[in-house]
C-alpha cells in the first residue's frame, strides 16, 4: 500500500497545487496529468506521490 514520502520533493508538484489550489477539479486534472507522464516514464513511486498529495 502506498504513503506518504514526507521527503519527497517535486518542484512541479509545487507548481500544479500553488497554481490549481483555488480550483480543485483542475487541481486534480493537473494531478493526473502529470502522474500519467511519470508513469510514461516508468517513475512509478513519483507517480503514487503525486496522486497522495492531493489528500
Not at 517535486?10 to 480550483?23: E, G, R
Amino acid at each position: 500500500m502506498p504513503f506518504v514520502d514526507p521527503a519527497f520533493d517535486d518542484d512541479k508538484l509545487k507548481n500544479i497545487i500553488q497554481y490549481f489550489s483555488i480550483n480543485p477539479d483542475e487541481m486534480d486534472k493537473e494531478l493526473h496529468r502529470y502522474a500519467k507522464e511519470l508513469l510514461d516514464t516508468g517513475k512509478v513511486d513519483e507517480a503514487w506521490q503525486v496522486l497522495l498529495a492531493d489528500y
